[in-house]
Nanobody, 129 residues
Framework: EVQLVESGGGLVQAGGSLRLSCQAFGYASGDYVIAWFRQVPGKERGAGSCIGSVDGNPYYADSVKGRFTISSDNAKNMVYLQMNSLKPEDTAVYYC??????????????????????WGQGTQVTVSS
C-alpha cells in the first residue's frame, strides 16, 4: 500500500486560505485516484476533492467546489489542497487518500472515501469566525 503523510493544517480566520500537503511513499502500478477528504466527529469522511491519473481533471463535492483546488506533483510524489475563502464549517480533520482506479470514481469520489484503501493520519484545520 501507498503510505501518505499530511501536513499544513492549522488555525485560520474565516475568509482566509490554507494549503495542505500530502507526501506519498511507495509505489503502486497502474492508474489511480488521489483525493482529499474531511471528517468531523460523528460523520463519515466526505467532501471529496478528487483527481485521477488518466486525464488529470479534478472533481469536487459541491460544498468545496470553487473554493478548494487539488493538485499533484508526480515528480515529488506530492498532492496538495489549496483552500480559499474558508468558512467555519470547513473545520475538520483533513485526510489524503489513494486508490487504484475504480469504476465510476468520478461520480463517487466527491461524496465518499469508502473506495480508498490508503490513508494518511490526518491534519487538523480550524476556521474561526
Amino acid at each position: 500500500e501507498v503510505q501518505l503523510v499530511e501536513s499544513g493544517g492549522g488555525l485560520v480566520q474565516a475568509g482566509g486560505s490554507l494549503r495542505l500537503s500530502c507526501q506519498a511513499f511507495g509505489y503502486a502500478s497502474g492508474d489511480y485516484v488521489i483525493a482529499w477528504f474531511r471528517q468531523v466527529p460523528g460523520k463519515e469522511r466526505g467532501a471529496g476533492s478528487c483527481i485521477g491519473s488518466v486525464d488529470g481533471n479534478p472533481y469536487y463535492a459541491d460544498s468545496v467546489k470553487g473554493r478548494f483546488t487539488i493538485s499533484s506533483d508526480n515528480a515529488k510524489n506530492m498532492v496538495y489542497l489549496q483552500m480559499n475563502s474558508l468558512k467555519p464549517e470547513d473545520t475538520a480533520v483533513y485526510y489524503c487518500a489513494h486508490s487504484g482506479l475504480f469504476s465510476s470514481w468520478i461520480g463517487l469520489c466527491p461524496h465518499s472515501g469508502a473506495a480508498f484503501n490508503s490513508w494518511g493520519q490526518g491534519t487538523q484545520v480550524t476556521v474561526s469566525s
